[in-house]
């Protein structure tokens, strides 16, 4: 018991001396103000110091969730300046499969000189890439919508768009919706699992291109990119 107790003495004296040189070490920075300072400086600068240097900071856990850098598109985009293609007739853009898939796209715009002209040569390189590197052969369904037209779209309901006139980037020529050309014939649905993969590809190398990808989405747009910046 007589040993217990001087324990506790000892701990409640070390307790009592502990407060006590805190308590001055609180009134001599209180008395120094440039001491407080440097205090504070040596103790915020090593986290500062790492958000200066990096444009983000990674979460635990989320370490690899940013995009690769595509050097090919990199490389692209400071290169030559990339020719839109001839344009398709017009039948391959009407055939069952594609009229089910899109049902309004008879009417859609794909001229690509009505395209903003920095997002028209990112889609273009990503086009190009995706035809290099993967194989697959891209086609534009649509690129700019007139506001009488996203209204219609509108109209037709929710499974289709839920953006009425000039609350689109296809307004302003900065996005555009695309499929694949397999054997002439336009491929739009993801149940083929040809075009799944196609479109995890797009979306890959779209935003490697520095666009944003329609399938990241909660009502998931697989064939949409854009470009967004301040509308002018």
Request: glycine residues 10%; proline residues 6%; charged residues 20%.
């Amino acid at each position: 018991t007589g040993a217990r107790q001087d324990g506790l003495r000892g701990a409640s004296s070390m307790l009592r001396r502990g407060r006590e040189q805190l308590a001055g070490g609180v009134a001599l920075l209180r008395r120094h103000p440039v001491l407080t300072a440097l205090v504070a400086g040596l103790v915020l600068l090593p986290p500062l110091a790492v958000l200066l240097a990096e444009d983000e900071v990674a979460l635990p856990g989320f370490e690899g969730a940013a995009p690769a850098v595509n050097h090919q598109v990199a490389g692209l985009l400071r290169g030559e300046r990339l020719a839109a293609p001839q344009p398709l007739p017009p039948a391959v853009f009407t055939t069952a499969e594609v009229t089910l898939a899109r049902p309004m796209l008879a009417g859609a715009n794909r001229n690509f000189d009505l395209l903003d002209a920095e997002f028209s040569q990112r889609l273009l390189t990503v086009f190009r890439v995706m035809r290099e590197q993967h194989g697959y052969d891209m086609v534009l369904l649509e690129g700019y919508r007139s506001p009488e037209r996203q209204n219609q779209l509108a109209d037709a309901g929710g499974h289709v768009t839920n953006a009425r006139a000039f609350q689109s980037y296809h307004q302003f020529g900065l996005a555009g919706d695309c499929a694949f050309l397999r054997n002439g014939r336009v491929v739009i649905t993801e149940k083929d699992p040809w075009a799944m993969r196609g479109y995890r590809l797009y979306g890959e190398v779209a935003e490697a291109a520095g666009l944003t990808w329609g399938g990241r989405w909660k009502m998931m747009d697989f064939g949409h990119t854009e470009l967004r910046r301040p509308r002018r």
